[in-house]
């Protein structure tokens, strides 16, 4: 069982950076590929970013190169660094991990098993 909490989250204006953390629990988060995912009013869940045990990562087109994920295996930590954030991006924010491979890249909603509460995320105009 693994359980993930979100922090970081708050309101910023356009242009503007936030940087969200994601705690795990358990010994075995260095085996746990990790994700990001955003989920605004009314519409559906999707995928950010994510980085897999041997530390690869993806990002989704809409955040690369503006948003960029790490893990310190040390801590337990996932972070999700976000630069020049746009109105758009705001939404509720959630981490999510799976056991995987060191090569097992992870983007899918359904394929995660754990989920932390979510944290939110404004940017005003």
């Known amino acids: 069982q693994v359980q993930l909490v979100e922090s970081g989250g708050g309101l910023v204006q356009a242009g503007g950076s936030l940087r969200l953390s994601c705690a795990a629990s358990?010994?075995?988060?260095?085996?746990?590929?990790m994700g990001w995912f955003r989920q605004a009013p009314g519409k559906e869940r999707e995928f950010v970013a994510a980085i897999t045990s041997a530390g690869s990562k993806y990002y989704s087109d809409s955040v690369k190169g503006r948003f960029t994920i790490s893990r310190d295996n040390t801590k337990n930590t996932v972070y999700l660094q976000m630069d020049s954030l746009k109105p758009e991006d705001t939404a509720v924010y959630y981490c999510?991990?799976?056991?995987?491979?060191?090569?097992?890249?992870?983007?899918?909603?359904?394929?995660?098993?754990?989920w932390g509460q979510g944290t939110q995320v404004t940017v005003s105009s």
């Open positions: 999510a991990a799976k056991w995987a491979p060191p090569g097992t890249v992870v983007v899918r909603t359904t394929s995660y098993d754990y």
């Open positions: 358990g010994r075995t988060f260095s085996s746990y590929a």
